[in-house]
Structure formats: structure tokens, C-alpha cells
């Protein structure tokens, strides 16, 4: 029971293993993925918000400067703060001049600074139109317009970055403003770390938006998302794990059991004798596998052999046998020629041309004359090619192997194969021999099947015979092959030779 648990979640259970494995290992493109899905929506919803306000900003101070004398007096103050009101995106003006010095906030104010040394190592300053452009302390930005004696500085609003500092770690993601090839770096990057880009986004027709990261960076932002998208990933693979588990069929987790049972040597050959009641002596054994589990337990075929049938294992098992079979033979306790053992295959190994060199082989292996076995073929599925399984059974026959009809008349093609292939032995079912001393109608089919058998002249085999009455009538019909439990049951090979030396020797 806990092997088969075993055997039906085993293949679920790697797999889940190796999702996981699959999973923990893929958290760096993963984090990486979340976070450039992440930047990419954040500048989206940036883009949103400041769409448009920055392509005013030259138009705004042009507006400015055709109105202004430069002479600081009450209506250059007057326009000073009326662009402020107005504008969404200038924060600071100023007229800076040998003669005269204004703010917004009145004469001589002057609030705008230079930047201090460390911030002008890196000369970003460029040029829009007659402006000088260049970052500002706060992430603005500068814009100066030169002209003679006189300048005017604007200074706008921060530029909103896409994290908040608590969303994010120290200097790990930076920000640049692109325009026409100049670069502004509003969040600037810290030179002793390395960053990557990550995602830009076009803001206006001169203005594209960057975003740079570290990789302390990306691990550290992303981190809760990759938590919940590592579990969602997990419990999917778990669910389908469970489902690929919960589907495997009993016939399935047969399937491996009998695998593994090939592989432990679990299949035993029983060796149930056929008596030759005319001659008083063993004719031949028919070879009936039983599984025999490590626990003791003793499983019959009926509950492996149709679906080993089904789903080909068969073939190896019979090979499997054979050798067992092939290998005791050589210890059976008699110098008898005629005795052989009949194993039991099905139509489609007598198709296949392999599994006569197949037998040929082993039988070569063990020194064993082909005599020694015989093949009956049960007829619960059908010859599909009878071609093919003459040329085979012929084959099989030259060698010296007899082919049996097993339960002849309760399967597929019934006796047509008689005809079509050339078979030596019909095995009568025990459904038949069963109905003797009975008024079962059936009787009258055992009547027929020996009188077509001898007719045909095919030897035949009384299957099931468990009492004194089959055996007389069979008898009295000229049946002399029989197998039953009146004789002896199928044996282990132990047994096997213990009956054969007490048969040979009665006292
Ligand atoms: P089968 O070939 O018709 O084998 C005869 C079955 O009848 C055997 O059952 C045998 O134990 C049982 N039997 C024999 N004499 C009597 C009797 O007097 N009374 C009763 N009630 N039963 C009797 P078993 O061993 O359980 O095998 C069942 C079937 O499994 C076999 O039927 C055969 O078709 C299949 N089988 C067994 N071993 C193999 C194998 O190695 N290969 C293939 N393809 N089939 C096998
Ligand atoms: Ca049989
Ligand atoms: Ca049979």
C-alpha cells in the first residue's frame, strides 16, 4: 500500500519539486520582471500627471520676457508674479542685473543660488533655444536666459520622482530628463554604484523620461511583490501537481507496480502439471506467473496479466519467464524427453517475428532444447495480422516449439484460426469440461469442440478437470490430456519436483 502511494506520487511530487526549485531560482529575472512592470506603470501614471505642463515652460517665460523692462520696477514685479500664479511648472523667478536685482518676492531679493561644486563637476547644462538649461538643487530644473548686462533665471517646480523614499533603499534608483540628446539628472545616480536602465518614457516632444536602478535596488523594491508572486506560482504548480497525482488511474499505478516488480524479481513461474491419463505419466506443466510481493503476499494473474496484456508489459514479463522457466528446467528431478513446458502468450507476440529470435535465444542460452516449450495463445484479443503470425508460428514450429489453442471457443476468432494458422493443441475450456454430469447446454459444445478436434486432428488438452466423473467421461469421449485440481494445482518448481519424483515413485 505504501509503495503504491509511493509509485502514484512520486512522478507528482518531483515535479513539484522541481517547479519550486524552478521557482526559488528564478528570483532575480523574476524581481527584475516585476520591477520593470512596476517602473513602467509608475511612469505612465507620471506621464498622466504631468502631461503637457512641461512644453509650456519656454512659451511661459517667452511670454515673461516681451513683457519685462529689466528695470526691477513695479510692473516687472507685477509680471514676475503673475507668471508664478499662472504657471504649473515655474516655481522661482528672477532678474539678475548690475543695475537692478528682483525676485517675486520683491527688489534685491535674490533667491536663486549657483550650484554649489560638487553638483557642477558634471557640466549638464544645455541649450533650448535661447535657454540655458540645467539641473537645480530639489530635482528642478534651471533655465536661464542670458542677454546683455541682464539675465533671467526661472526656476520649476520638483520633478516628482517615480519611488518615495520609504518604497525604496538609499541611491538606488536614479532619474534623468533626456532632451534632444542632453541629459539632466534629476535623481542623480550615486558614481560609486552600478545601475542599469530600466524603462524611459517619451513626455513631450523633447523630453524623455529615464529610469535607472541597482540591483540592491530592484531586489529591495520588489521584494514584497515577488513574495505573492512566488506563492501564487507555487500554489498553481501545487494545484496542478496535485491534479497530474490525483489522475493517475489504478491502472497507471499498476503499470509501475508491475515495473518495479519486474525489476525486484517479484513474478514466480507456477508449474501447474497436464497428466497424460492413457500413458499414467506428467505429458508437460503449464507455466501460470504468480506475483509473489516481498510482504509474502501472493497475487493471481487475473488481476495484473489483462492489463500487462494491455498495455505490452506482457512481452517482457514472458521474456522474464522464460528464462526463470528455461533456468529451473535444467534442475527438474527426471531424464524424461517428452516433458516440456507450455507458457502462455498472446496473439500479438506471435506476430512478432523478434519474439521467436527472442525465445530462440534464451532457449540457446540455457542449452535448452526448443522441444521443452511449448506456446499457447489465449484468444482474449485478436490476431490482427494472421499473415504475419503463420509465418512466425511456422517459424516457432521448424524449431520444434508447439503452438496450443488456449480456451478454445469462448474467445475472438474461435476455431476460424484453426484454419488460417497452423496450431497443434486445443485447450478446452474449463467452462466447458465444467457442464459434464450437468443438462448446461454448453455440454453440447464440448461434444462438438472434441469431435471437431479429433476430426482436424489436433491433440486436446481437458482443462478444469476437478472430478472423477469429467475424467471417466472425458475418457470415454478419447480425451487423455488433462489439467485440473483433481490432478494437482499450480506449484511452485520446489513442489514441483517433489510431486514428479513421488508420481515416478509412488511408494
Ligand atoms: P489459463 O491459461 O486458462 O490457465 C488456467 C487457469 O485455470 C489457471 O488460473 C489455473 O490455476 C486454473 N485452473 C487449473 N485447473 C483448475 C481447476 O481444476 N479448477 C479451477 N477452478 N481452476 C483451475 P490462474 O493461474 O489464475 O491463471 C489465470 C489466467 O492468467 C490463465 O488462464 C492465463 O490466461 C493467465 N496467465 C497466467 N500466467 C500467464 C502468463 O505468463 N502469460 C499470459 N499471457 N497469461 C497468463
Ligand atoms: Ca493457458
Ligand atoms: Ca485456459
Redesign the pocket.
Known amino acids: 500500500m505504501n509503495t503504491s502511494l509511493w509509485l502514484r506520487w512520486k512522478l507528482p511530487f518531483t515535479l513539484f519539486l522541481l517547479g519550486i526549485s524552478l521557482i526559488a531560482l528564478s528570483s532575480q529575472p523574476l524581481s527584475s520582471l516585476l520591477f520593470k512592470h512596476d517602473v513602467s506603470v509608475r511612469l505612465d501614471n507620471l506621464y498622466s500627471f504631468y502631461q503637457g505642463r512641461y512644453l509650456k515652460i519656454g512659451t511661459e517665460i517667452d511670454n515673461l520676457v516681451e513683457r519685462l523692462s529689466f528695470t526691477c520696477n513695479e510692473d516687472d514685479l507685477a509680471y514676475l508674479r503673475d507668471t508664478i500664479e499662472q504657471s504649473t511648472v515655474i516655481q522661482l523667478v528672477e532678474i539678475q542685473s548690475k543695475e537692478a536685482n528682483c525676485s517675486i518676492y520683491g527688489h534685491g531679493i535674490s533667491l536663486i543660488k549657483e550650484q554649489d561644486e560638487t553638483d557642477s563637476i558634471v557640466d549638464n547644462s544645455y541649450r533650448m533655444n535661447s535657454y540655458k538649461v540645467e539641473p537645480y538643487f530639489n530635482h528642478r530644473m534651471k533655465l536661464s536666459l542670458y542677454m546683455p548686462d541682464t539675465t533671467l533665471i526661472a526656476i520649476t517646480e520638483p520633478f516628482q520622482h517615480i519611488f518615495t523614499e520609504s518604497e525604496t533603499c538609499k541611491d538606488c534608483i536614479a532619474m534623468g530628463l533626456e532632451n534632444e540628446g542632453a541629459f539632466i539628472p534629476l535623481y542623480p545616480r550615486d558614481p560609486s554604484q552600478n545601475y542599469q536602465h530600466i524603462g524611459s518614457k517619451k513626455f513631450s516632444s523633447k523630453y524623455i523620461v529615464h529610469i535607472y536602478a541597482t540591483d540592491r535596488g530592484i531586489r529591495f523594491t520588489s521584494q514584497s511583490d515577488l513574495f505573492f508572486v512566488q506563492l501564487f506560482l507555487g500554489s498553481i504548480w501545487l494545484s496542478v501537481c496535485l491534479i497530474i497525482g490525483l489522475r493517475r488511474t489504478p491502472n497507471r499505478t499498476l503499470k509501475d507496480l508491475i515495473a518495479q516488480g519486474l525489476k525486484d524479481n517479484e513474478f514466480v513461474?507456477?508449474y501447474?502439471p497436464i497428466i497424460n491419463t492413457e500413458k499414467q505419466r506428467v505429458e508437460c506443466c503449464?507455466?501460470?506467473?504468480?506475483w509473489q510481493k516481498s510482504s509474502g503476499e501472493i497475487i493471481?494473474?487475473?488481476q495484473f496479466?489483462p492489463i500487462?496484456?494491455h498495455n505490452g508489459q506482457?512481452i517482457e514479463?514472458?521474456y522474464y519467464?522464460l528464462n526463470y522457466v528455461a533456468d529451473q528446467l535444467k534442475e527438474l528431478p527426471t531424464t524424461e524427453t517428452h516433458f516440456y513446458v507450455s507458457?502462455?502468450?498472446?496473439p500479438k507476440q506471435l506476430e512478432d517475428n523478434d519474439f521467436a529470435e527472442q525465445v530462440f535465444t534464451i532457449m540457446d542460452n540455457f542449452d535448452i532444447s526448443p522441444n521443452s516449450i511449448a506456446l499457447?495463445v489465449?484468444e482474449?484479443t485478436p490476431f490482427t495480422n494472421l499473415k504475419k503470425a503463420n509465418a512466425v508460428i511456422n517459424r516457432l514450429k521448424h524449431r520444434g516449439i508447439d503452438i496450443k489453442l488456449?480456451?478454445a471457443g469462448t474467445g475472438y476468432g474461435g476455431f476460424s484460426y484453426l484454419q488460417e494458422l497452423p496450431i497443434d493443441t486445443l485447450?478446452i475450456?474449463?467452462m466447458f469440461v465444467e457442464t459434464i454430469g450437468t443438462d448446461d447446454v454448453k455440454s453440447k459444445i464440448l461434444n462438438s469442440i472434441i469431435v471437431f478436434g479429433q476430426n482436424a486432428g489436433l491433440k486436446l488438452i481437458a482443462?478444469?478437470?476437478?472430478t472423477q466423473e469429467q475424467v471417466d467421461y472425458l475418457h470415454s469421449k478419447g480425451v487423455y490430456l488433462m489439467?485440473?485440481?483433481?490432478f494437482a494445482?499450480?506449484m511452485p518448481f520446489a513442489e514441483l519436483c517433489e510431486f514428479y519424483l513421488s508420481a515416478r515413485d509412488p511408494h
Open positions: 513461474p507456477y501447474q503449464e507455466i501460470l506467473v504468480r493471481a494473474p487475473n496479466i500487462a496484456e506482457i514479463l514472458t519467464l507458457l502462455n502468450v498472446i499457447e489465449t482474449r488456449d480456451d485447450k475450456d474449463k482443462e478444469g478437470v476437478e489439467q485440473g485440481y483433481f494445482k499450480p
